[in-house]
Each structure stands twice: as C-alpha cells, then as structure tokens.
C-alpha cells in the first residue's frame, strides 16, 4: 500500500468535508439592503428532473450584482433546494448560501 498516497487522499478528503460544513453563509457590513429580487421566466427544464435555482442579489465590492437562476439536478432523490437568501443580524447583513435539503 502507498502511505503517501494514503495520506494525500485523507487530508483532501479532511479539507473538503471541514470546508461543507463552514457554515453556509457570508456576512457583510453594509448599510444599505440589497434591492428587491428579480421576478423573470424561468423557461423549459433541459430534462426530467431538474429543478430551478432562483437567482440572488450578490455584493461585488460595493455594488449589488444580479445573479441569474439556473435550472439545477438534485444529487439525490428526494432533495429539494433551499435558495439562497440575504439575513438581517443586527446592523448587518448575512448571505446564506442555498443548498440541497
């Protein structure tokens, strides 16, 4: 068996599951909350199965940026999405990331 080898895998595998459990969200001091969502057509699925993201409002520097919804494949059965949203806490905002329930 290779030690090294072993080894390499344990460590990325330590990493990636120690960075899905960060949390989810982002926080940002801003003093202004980000603008109204952006109601749009979705459009057809590309496939059975897929299940549209909404898109979220995302603070590039000092601006807010509009991100487009996407159409997503859940990783497994029975899994729904959750979207991403902006959390008042305090004076600040936080941004929680969506993901799969």
Known sequence: ?????????????????AA???GGY??????AP???????????APGPGYVWMDGFWDLR?????????????????RTVWV???WERHGEHWRHVRGYWR
């Open 26 to 31: 982002v926080e940002y001091r801003v003093a």
């Open 1 to 17: 068996m290779n030690w090294r080898r072993v080894t390499i895998c344990g460590l990325l595998a330590g990493t990636s599951l």
């Open 61 to 77: 520097g000092r601006n807010w940026v509009w991100v487009d919804g996407r159409w997503g494949h859940p990783p497994r059965g």
């Open 34 to 44: 980000p603008p109204p969502r952006v109601v749009g057509a979705a459009g057809f």
């Open 83 to 85: 979207p991403e949203r």
């Open 20 to 22: 899905a459990c960060g």
